[in-house]
């Protein structure tokens, strides 16, 4: 997807290696998985490395997050898989996933972040209108790996098989069958996701709620409602900023499948 981007030597192309780093073979099936932070990507990571052998065991799962570069396809590997998929996610969920993971458990990410804007903010402080708003700020290299648009990721102009988070057990189900391999659920042993915790619809003005103060509502075992961190201004600089995120995400799977605020807000 990126090469002819520059003209200069593929080796030194940063778009095509970076996405060509964010690449996973599973070797059995000559297949070529491109793995994107919140979509799914550490029971991913980790079924692949079970399939290609290095791992065999849940209790080995932290052994994913240092070999993240072992199963790297090279561009004649790319280029021979017989099998290539990736799983994309609506842009405005996985935004408010990132944050309500990383930046709400004030995670490492956060005070990297922190540092990259100078230390405008405290991640104690942080809001998800404030990390929007210093976003706007960063060029989009820089962004954290778990924000960076997802089309940076994609290594292919096009994939075999492009998969909807939203619609995992399918993607599953299709892939255990292309492959060979057997998808592992990690969320339980990783506990990133917030599937166990209760979504509650009247917060008042979430987005504008520091971080540490969602932090503890977390641990009551509650959180906001996805849709209400986003108000008009919030929904349109988002739509702005993930423009091509969303084309793609509407491209594949339609405009219906992405949350349904953005007819009302966004336009």
């Known amino acids: 997807m ?27 099936a000559s297949a070529c998985y491109t793995w994107i932070p919140k979509n799914a990507c550490s029971t991913m990571r980790f079924s692949v ?6 791992i065999s065991d849940i209790s080995d799962i932290n052994w994913i997050h240092a070999n993240n570069k072992s199963f790297n396809a090279n561009t004649e590997s790319a280029f021979l898989s017989d099998y290539t998929f990736v799983i994309l996610r609506c ?14 458990n004030l995670d ?25 708003a210093e ?34 057990p ?4 299709t892939i255990e069958k292309r492959t ?3 998808i592992i659920d990690t969320r339980d042993a990783l506990r990133h996701d917030t599937a166990k915790l209760k979504v509650m619809p009247d917060f008042k003005d979430p987005m504008d709620i520091p971080a540490v103060e969602l932090l503890e509502k977390k641990r009551q ?8 961190m986003f108000d008009a201004q919030i929904a349109s600089e988002v739509k702005a900023m993930y423009a091509e995120d969303i084309a793609l995400y509407e491209r594949k799977f339609g405009k219906s499948e992405l949350m349904s605020f953005i007819d009302a807000r966004a336009d």
Request: charged share 20%; with cysteine; glycine share 4%.
């Open 108 to 132: 490492m990410q956060a005070w990297l972040f922190g540092n990259l804007r100078n230390r405008s903010f405290h991640p104690h402080d942080l809001t998800f209108r404030t990390l929007l």
């Open 135 to 168: 976003l706007r700020k960063t060029p989009a290299p820089r962004y954290d790996i778990h924000l960076r648009h997802q089309s940076s990721f994609l290594l292919y102009r096009e994939y075999d098989d492009y998969f909807r988070l939203e619609d995992f």
């Open 221 to 228: 075992g509650i959180i906001p409602d996805p849709k209400a």
């Open 170 to 173: 399918q993607a599953v189900s």
């Open 91 to 104: 842009p405005y969920q996985r935004i408010y996933s990132a944050f309500m993971d990383k930046f709400v």
């Open 180 to 182: 060979g391999i057997s």
């Open 49 to 54: 490395a079970v399939a290609n052998g290095c």
């Open 2 to 28: 990126h090469t002819s981007s520059s003209t200069g030597p593929l080796a030194q192309n940063q778009s095509h290696n970076f996405a060509l780093g964010q690449t996973m073979r599973i070797y059995s």
